[in-house]
């Protein structure tokens, strides 16, 4: 986990974009994918390393996803962008190890420690 730890955001200030709406925020959506796409090639880390680096962000994307589909505010395009994004995460999170969600559901504790 301290392997990803370094690496999991290594892209974040690439994405970065800024957030009009508020002082001083920012997104930085696509960083996890950046960051495995960086590190996916590199023989010494390991495929544990390099899923939690591309999955980090996985349960509050689900979470984010399905928020968005509902809220009424979003045109219906946009709802049905989100509810098929929202599926296709789920997908993702079905296929995984339920070990390995254990892990995810603590590093992004960890994660969210150090913010």
């Not at 509902?70 to 219906?76: H, I, S, V």
Request: glycine share 2%; hydrophobic share 35%.
């Amino acid at each position: 986990m301290i392997s990803a730890w370094l690496l999991h955001d290594i892209w974040k200030p690439i994405v970065a974009t800024r957030d009009n709406s508020k002082e001083l925020s920012f997104s930085f959506h696509g960083h996890e994918e950046k960051s495995y796409q960086m590190i996916k090639n590199i023989p010494f880390i390991s495929d544990y390393t390099k899923k939690l680096v591309r999955w980090h962000y996985l349960i509050r994307w689900i979470s984010k996803a399905e928020e968005k589909s509902l809220d009424k505010k979003r045109t219906p395009e946009d709802k049905i962008h989100w509810k098929n994004e929202n599926e296709r995460q789920k997908k993702v999170w079905a296929n995984l190890d339920e070990n390995f969600k254990k892990d995810l559901a603590l590093f992004l504790k960890f994660d969210d420690y150090g913010k």
